[in-house]
């Protein structure tokens, strides 16, 4: 993309409505614009790193068998009247009517409605065990929308819901997202800690949180610090393995790491107190095993072995995608700016040309950018007829995690320049090298 004739809307001022720096710059990078309170349009920018964000959890859902639908925002209140949660939901949910007077609401989650596609179209044990998820916008009515992006009313979520024959095997689903998620968060350059929580209005004694640690982060946290060593890394997983998804979860959820509701002051004390830790959190994501609870009021049951009819064991699971891109701003920013991960990165380089109209540096960016597109990476040209400072400055804000510097000085000793967003650090090397280290990089094969 070429900045000239891109839709970048920066803004100089810090806008003061914004508390917290995710928030901040968020507004000053152009990526959302606030449409009324806790609602936001997404502005290119910042529906890059969205739909980024998203492939990942498509992409690592898929990996562990899960199955893509999509659910309406609008729902017909009466499946919620079955699973008596139309009372029980209170005025988090956003409710109206439609022409003919019937009750309707905005999907906050989305329990009732998988539950019934999965009644009308399953039956047998055999067709066990299945696992539907959907990305959708979800509305609550929050009392206090702040952070932007954060805590919306509308916000975009993954959330999923397994079904399987036996309490066990919904353990097993349990902990294989448990797996996903460790995986997915870490593709997106984040840690998130699994965190033993309070399963609240969806019932339920199996559930953990997923926080980013974080200062400005609404949740406080207590935890063993060894916890912060655990990495998910690379290693592969057999998700049909119950030993391997168990193990796993014994290995990132056997040290103390707990949420204020269900911190328990004798246990923490257990802690060697070095390694005791109380901080903030944000939650990017959550899963429950609930059981039979939703099935059973809602008549989902399969025919067993025996052919006897049973409840279906179920949990939920869900991700909040539109609050990671501030939890990502969050965990990963300086004084000058956002600095993007690769894993989620709007563009994967800027090109920063240093004397527009110059015939050398003008040739030699659009090379740049031509070798960086044809191995399938997005650079971002700034190809404006501005100052440097102010280009760097743009660049810096927004984050890429790479850029190239080009100008005459340079070219005639034939090289460029690489910055890393991250270190700071720059590096003079010729074009051909530049564009070899960013393909490697992202782990493009250089042509
Ligand atoms: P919270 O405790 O923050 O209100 P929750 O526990 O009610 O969240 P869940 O039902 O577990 O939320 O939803 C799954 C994920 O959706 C959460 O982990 C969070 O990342 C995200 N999420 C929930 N509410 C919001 C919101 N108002 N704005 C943005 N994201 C949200
Ligand atoms: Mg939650």
């Not at 209170?90 to 009644?119: C, N, S, W, Y």
């Not at 997106?188 to 974080?214: C, K, W």
């Not at 060593?229 to 290995?251: M, N, P, W």
């Not at 923490?268 to 959190?281: M, Y």
Request: aromatic share 10%; net charge negative.
């Amino acid at each position: 993309m070429r900045l000239s004739r891109y839709f970048l809307p920066v803004l100089k001022e810090t806008p003061s409505e914004a508390q917290i720096v995710s928030h901040r710059y968020m507004l000053r990078a152009g990526m959302i614009k606030q449409a009324s309170a806790g609602i936001y349009s997404w502005l290119p920018l910042g529906f890059k790193v969205l739909r980024k964000i998203e492939n990942i959890v498509h992409d690592e859902q898929a990996r562990a068998g899960h199955i893509a639908i999509q659910m309406p925002t609008m729902q017909s209140a009466d499946l919620w009247r079955e699973s008596g949660r139309y009372d029980a939901y209170g005025q988090e949910m956003l409710r109206m009517k439609d022409r003919h007077d019937r009750d309707m609401l905005f999907t906050p989650t989305a329990e009732e409605l998988v539950t019934d596609i999965f009644r009308s179209h399953v039956g047998s044990y055999k067709d066990l065990p299945l696992t539907l998820y959907q990305i959708q916008w979800k509305f609550r009515d929050e009392i206090r929308p702040r952070f932007g992006v954060m805590r919306g009313r509308e916000f975009y979520m993954k959330d999923g819901y397994n079904f399987d024959l036996t309490k066990e095997d919904a353990l097993h689903a349990y902990n294989r997202h448990l797996v996903t998620y460790l995986r997915t968060y870490e593709r997106m350059g984040l840690q998130a800690i699994p965190m033993r929580a309070d399963s609240g209005p969806i019932g339920g004694d199996n559930t953990h949180e997923f926080l980013v640690l974080a200062d400005t982060g609404e949740s406080e946290v207590f935890y063993d610090a060894q916890i912060t060593d655990l990495k998910f890394g690379t290693r592969e997983i057999d998700y049909d393995s119950h030993a391997q998804c168990q193990a796993v979860l014994e290995e990132f959820t056997s040290r103390y790491a707990r949420t204020d509701e269900t911190h328990d002051e004798a246990l923490f004390n257990e802690v060697p107190e070095e390694r005791r830790r109380q901080a903030r959190g944000i939650e990017v994501g959550q899963i429950f095993y609930f059981g039979t609870k939703y099935s059973e009021a809602m008549g989902a049951t399969v025919a067993d072995s025996d052919g006897n009819r049973v409840p279906v064991h179920m949990g939920s699971h869900g991700i909040g995608v539109s609050r990671l891109v501030g939890a990502i701003i969050e965990a990963s920013h300086d004084d000058k700016g956002i600095i993007w991960p690769e894993g989620v990165t709007p563009f994967h380089c800027g090109i920063v040309n240093l004397k527009q109209g110059d015939e050398e540096a003008d040739g030699a960016c659009e090379a740049l950018y031509a070798s960086l597109t044809a191995l399938g990476l997005e650079p971002l040209y700034d190809d404006r007829n501005e100052r440097a400072g102010a280009k760097f400055a743009g660049m810096d804000l927004i984050g890429l995690p790479w850029r190239i510097t080009v100008g005459p000085r340079g070219l005639k000793n034939g090289v460029v320049e690489l910055t890393s967003r991250r270190t700071g650090t720059s590096e003079e090397l010729p074009p051909e090298q530049a564009i070899e280290r960013i393909a490697q990089i992202y782990g493009r094969a250089a042509v």
